[in-house]
């Protein structure tokens, strides 16, 4: 099993016809929107959705379950867990989740696992090289909104 993209983003939605839609892809960071550092009150409430595009080399059949783990600066925050199937044919595999309820404790650095599981045991683990930073954005450093002008 090899990990082809590994993205982190607010949504994500099953689309008629097989297609998936991402919601506000996060690149190198989540920054927490505030007044000043102060005003944040943590831990603070998101929600985030997980999407993984795998290459399945049909080496996990045996595989009946995942477990998907986010850490914020080393401690557990986020764990999805739960039975899965691996078709035995090769080829790309997806596998989303999205969790409205993840409680980010402070600022620091986001990073994931994902296990897959035969019974209670971890067969093959998956850490994506992500270190994602959160962050406060005071309001004085936000960007000006984007201004569209026609011509």
């Not at 982190?8 to 998936?20: A, F, S």
């Not at 399945?56 to 986010?70: I, P, T």
Request: net charge positive; glycine share 8%.
């Amino acid at each position: 099993m090899k990990l082809i993209d590994f993205i982190i983003c607010d949504d994500i939605r099953q689309e008629i016809g097989g297609k998936v839609t991402l919601v506000g892809v996060y690149e190198d960071r989540i920054m927490i929107n505030a007044p000043s550092p102060d005003a944040v009150r943590w831990p603070v409430q998101l929600k985030l959705g997980f999407f993984i595009r795998l290459l399945n080399d049909g080496s996990l059949a045996e595989v009946d379950g995942f477990d998907l783990q986010v850490r914020c600066n080393a401690k557990m925050i986020c764990r999805l867990s739960g039975p899965i199937s691996i078709p035995p044919r090769q080829g790309l595999l997806n596998l989303f989740f999205v969790n409205s309820a993840v409680r980010i404790p402070s600022e620091g650095t986001l990073s994931v696992a994902l296990i897959f599981k035969k019974g209670a045991d971890g067969v093959h683990e998956i850490r994506p090289d992500l270190n994602i930073q959160v962050r406060i954005a005071s309001s004085s450093a936000a960007p000006p909104p984007l201004q569209v002008t026609r011509h």
